[in-house]
């Protein structure tokens, strides 16, 4: 697969452009999707289907595989046009990995996993992907405890919460991007009755920047959000939760709720939050000096089909 895009974009009003500056000392790197750019990129790909993957009556197994290269060509040829016009160009290589396996124990039990992951790397001066090339954590397919493209990086922390009797001890306003990602997911299905199945999981993961990020000033997002060997397992967000699938053969819609176990952007010695957890409001509790008791809120995720 080849494609190619050019974007010549203008930001109309301060406010917005105040906003992208924002996330941009968060570390998210949005704002130079709205730069003159060119990008181009090849995708190969492989995919290896055995047993039909997710046929109820045998166990099965997919595993795909993704190599990317941007501005590939731009090594061979100086394509003039791109200075002559200021367009920013970039240049990386990407790679995904992902595996499934579906277990059928009997007729009404499947137990299924996921192990995921991806590592981009940029070579070009500016040493930043297209924002769509990053990695994201979360969501109803991904660690479903967190909020979608909410988890990462690494310890890096999410600001304080403005809302902490809503939300809990912090915001989630911002996406997360990351140059690495490593998840992992176990799920028990269970056939209940009629077209009505029950499920419990397990997920657990991160990303990660590969390299420092000097654009994170903001005093409040503290930790590291980069990937070090000796500390990358210490980072991994846990959750766990249950849900239900509504097969109607031709479609199967999903409800799970997620709970975190495992939260890396508190504090080491912290980082235990299930029992903290509660299904409904308040989160936190208010005394003369300000919040305190924050709890942390259930994640409910609709989704269409199986997570994977």
């Given at each position: 697969i080849a494609s190619l895009n050019i974007i010549n974009s203008q930001i109309k009003t301060d406010a917005f452009t105040a906003f992208l500056d924002t996330l941009y000392a968060h570390g998210n790197n949005l704002k130079r999707s709205f730069n003159p750019s060119f990008v181009s990129s090849m995708i190969f790909s492989m995919t290896w289907n055995h047993n039909n993957y997710g046929n109820k009556d045998k166990s099965s197994i997919f595993f795909r595989w993704q190599v990317e290269s941007g501005g590939t060509l731009q090594n061979f040829f100086n394509y003039k046009f791109i200075d002559r016009n200021g367009l920013q160009s970039y240049r990386y290589l990407r790679l995904n990995l992902d595996f499934r396996k579906n277990i059928v124990l009997n007729k009404n039990t499947t137990i299924a996993y996921r192990l995921n992951g991806g590592v981009a790397y940029s070579y070009d001066t500016i040493k930043a992907l297209p924002y769509?090339?990053?990695?994201?954590a979360g969501g109803s397919n991904g660690i479903r405890a967190w909020r979608p493209r909410r988890l990462g990086e690494g310890s890096l922390k999410p600001v304080r919460s403005n809302y902490p009797e809503k939300d809990g001890l912090y915001s989630y306003s911002f996406e997360k991007?990351?140059?690495?990602?490593?998840?992992?997911?176990?799920?028990?299905?269970?056939?209940?009755?009629?077209?009505?199945e029950g499920a419990?999981?397990?997920?657990?993961?991160n990303v990660w920047y590969l390299f420092p990020q000097k654009n994170i000033t903001n005093?409040?997002?503290?930790?590291?959000?980069?990937?070090?060997?000796?500390?990358?397992f210490k980072q991994m967000a846990v959750g766990t939760g249950f849900g239900l699938r509504f097969d109607f053969s031709f479609l199967i819609i999903r409800l799970d709720v997620g709970m975190k176990?495992?939260?890396?952007?508190?504090?080491e010695g912290d980082r235990f939050v299930l029992d903290r957890i509660r299904f409904f409001k308040p989160y936190a509790t208010k005394g003369v000096n300000g919040y305190y008791n924050f709890k942390e809120p259930v994640i409910y995720n609709f989704g269409i089909g199986y997570p994977f």
């Open positions: 769509e090339k990053y990695f994201f991007p990351g140059d690495m990602l490593l998840e992992g997911s176990l799920e028990l299905r269970k056939h209940i009755f009629g077209f009505i419990v999981f397990v997920d657990a993961g005093p409040e997002t503290t930790g590291d959000p980069q990937f070090k060997f000796q500390n990358f176990v495992l939260d890396p952007a508190r504090d």
